[in-house]
């Protein structure tokens, strides 16, 4: 009995400290994600490219109204991201391959609407051709895009999406571990004639 008035002056302490008014709740958090190690297998020959991708990766075909038969997405399930692909002969036509590479640009430029940066490069691929790699920041539809071709043939143009509403900046993980399958892409891009 004798601790009984220390017991309930210690209650009373601990539920009148005010702090209940000053309540802050937490911010909301983002799941971890466990990314897998990456292991490359080679495109199926069915089209006028091929390249090694990765395995957690799938390929489907484009179903858009408009696409033409060597269209693809790279879907990247476990992620909600794809990699859309999309090739166009260039039938030795310089004008044709203006077009191409103009409409890329704009497709890109779309973006600087909501993009903090756009930043191009071009890079000399291990095959010794060049493709041109758009990154984008900010809260952007697409993050990474790229353009190469060889000029007299092919045009192959690809662009990162994510189908989730999930902010840039916490799929930043993510970002960078599909443009390093991007670059895996590209640096084992071949040329075939179907």
């Known amino acids: 009995m004798r601790y009984l008035p220390v017991l309930l002056m210690a209650l009373l302490t601990a539920c ?10 937490k911010p909301k958090g983002y799941p971890r994600l466990d990314l897998p190690v990456a292991r490359y297998k080679p495109l199926e020959p069915t089209h ?9 990766a799938r390929i489907l075909r484009d179903t858009f109204a408009r696409s033409e038969p060597d269209w ?3 879907n990247y399930p476990a ?17 044709r391959l203006r077009a191409m590479l103009e409409d890329s640009y ?20 291990k095959s010794g051709l060049e493709a041109s790699v758009i990154d984008l920041t900010g809260e952007v539809p697409s993050q990474v895009q790229f353009v190469t071709t060889d000029s ?15 902010e840039n900046d916490s799929l930043q ?17 071949t040329w075939r004639t179907k």
Not at 16 to 25: F, K, Q
Not at 48 to 56: D, G, H, I, L, R
Not at 184 to 189: E, F, G, K, S
């Open 79 to 95: 992620f909600h991201a794809s990699v859309q692909l999309t090739y166009k002969p260039v039938r030795n036509d310089v004008n």
């Open 106 to 125: 704009k497709l890109a430029a779309r973006h600087n609407i909501k993009a903090y940066s756009i930043e191009q490069r071009k890079i000399r691929l």
């Open 16 to 25: 009148g400290s005010g702090e209940s008014d000053s309540y802050v709740p």
């Open 48 to 56: 006028p490219y091929a390249f090694e991708y990765n395995q957690v």
């Open 173 to 189: 993980p993510v970002i960078a571990y599909i443009r390093k399958d991007i670059m895996h892409l590209l640096n084992t891009l």
């Open 72 to 74: 693809i997405f790279i």
């Open 152 to 166: 007299t043939t092919h045009f192959l143009r690809g662009a990162l999406y994510f189908n989730t509403a999930t």
